[in-house]
């Protein structure tokens, strides 16, 4: 499985508004977002869409071309027992050894893939999202991790990502925390994201 390109198709061995900085991301594509955490919130402070069942991670790549900082929308919470409940969150977590020469390096990548079904991922991995345990965990993660990636679909304007969820072959989506050594790991710990329907395998 290839860590530095993005492909992932094979199996699976709360704070102030900053500035933005200058950089923008490619608008309306599937992509890979690699940065540093900077901080997280419950409203989302640039798309258009609040949606209550997310929580928005924020991340800023130093440098290069798209050096700035980018919000990243997070399905973490389910409708379930509201009258408008639809289709139920679910997610999978999964730890994977990976030494730090091995780590994505900052920025944006386009041809990014990741395809649950291809990695191995099966239905009965996924647990039912219940009260506010995943939105707990994505929280503390981000805020520990040295430096964090997700795949998804970016915003229309290019300040962020969405849709960091189970999508369609190779376009799917999910969030990934990396570890050092003296925090540890070093490790890649992933989140992936579904809902009750489409099924995997």
């Not at 050894?97 to 395809?115: C, K, M, R």
């Not at 503390?140 to 969820?165: N, V």
């Not at 570890?179 to 540890?184: I, K, L, P, R, S």
Request: glycine letters at 10%; proline letters at 6%.
């Amino acid at each position: 499985m290839s860590h530095q390109n993005h492909n992932h198709t094979t199996p699976l061995p709360p704070s102030h508004n900053p500035a933005t900085g200058g950089g923008r991301l490619p608008g309306n594509k599937f992509a890979a977002l690699v940065g540093k955490y900077d901080h997280w919130t419950l409203q989302a402070e640039r798309s258009d869409a609040q949606n209550k069942f997310h929580v928005y991670v924020w991340v800023a790549v130093a440098g290069g071309p798209n050096a700035g900082k980018y919000e990243c929308a997070i399905n973490v919470l389910s409708d379930k027992g509201t009258d408008s409940a639809q289709n139920e969150v679910r997610y999978h977590l999964h730890d994977v050894q990976l030494d730090v020469s091995h780590w994505p390096a900052e920025g944006i990548s386009t041809t990014a893939a990741l395809d649950y079904a291809k990695l191995g991922l099966h239905e009965a991995d996924f647990t039912d999202v219940e009260a506010g345990e995943l939105r707990t965990l994505v929280e503390h993660y981000a805020s520990s991790c040295q430096l964090m990636g997700a795949f998804g679909h970016t915003y229309p304007d290019g300040t962020g990502l969405h849709e960091t969820h189970m999508q369609s072959p190779n376009q799917d989506g999910a969030v990934v925390f990396y570890y050092d050594v003296d925090h540890g790991g070093p490790i890649a710990r992933w989140v992936f994201v579904k809902f009750q329907t489409p099924k995997l395998p």
